[in-house]
C-alpha cells in the first residue's frame, strides 16, 4: 500500500492531559473550572469534561467561575472572561 493512504495522525498526540488536585483537596473545584475554561479555549471541551467528570455549565462550579470572571476582568484577560461568561450562561447564571 503507498505511503499516501498510512493514517499520519497514529502515534501523534494523544488528548490533552489536565492537571487536577486530589478530588478531596479543597482547591479541586477551583482547578476542574480552570480546566474546563482551559479545555473550551483550546477548542476541546470533550476532554475537560471527561478528564473532570464536571460537564461544560455544571452548576456545582458557578461560584469557581465567578471567581475566575472576576478574576480575569481585573486583570484584563478578555478571553477568560468571555470563556466564564459562556459557562455561566450554560450555568443559567450568566
Known amino acids: 500500500m503507498s505511503r499516501a493512504f498510512v493514517n499520519e495522525d497514529a502515534g501523534g498526540p494523544g ?6 488536585p486530589d478530588p478531596d483537596s479543597p482547591g479541586y ?9 482551559q479545555g473550551a479555549d ?4 470533550r476532554s475537560a469534561e471527561k ?4 460537564l461544560w ?3 456545582l462550579l ?6 475566575i470572571l472576576a478574576q480575569a ?3 484584563g484577560e478578555a478571553r477568560v472572561a468571555q470563556l ?8 443559567n447564571r450568566g
Open 84 to 91: 466564564a461568561r459562556r459557562f455561566l450562561r450554560a450555568a
Open 29 to 37: 473545584e477551583e482547578a476542574v473550572a480552570w480546566a474546563l475554561i
Open 62 to 67: 458557578t461560584e469557581q467561575v465567578e471567581a
Open 73 to 75: 476582568e481585573e486583570q
Open 15 to 20: 488528548e490533552p492531559e489536565f492537571s487536577l
Open 51 to 54: 478528564a473532570t467528570g464536571y
Open 57 to 59: 455549565g455544571d452548576p
Open 42 to 45: 483550546e477548542g476541546d471541551s
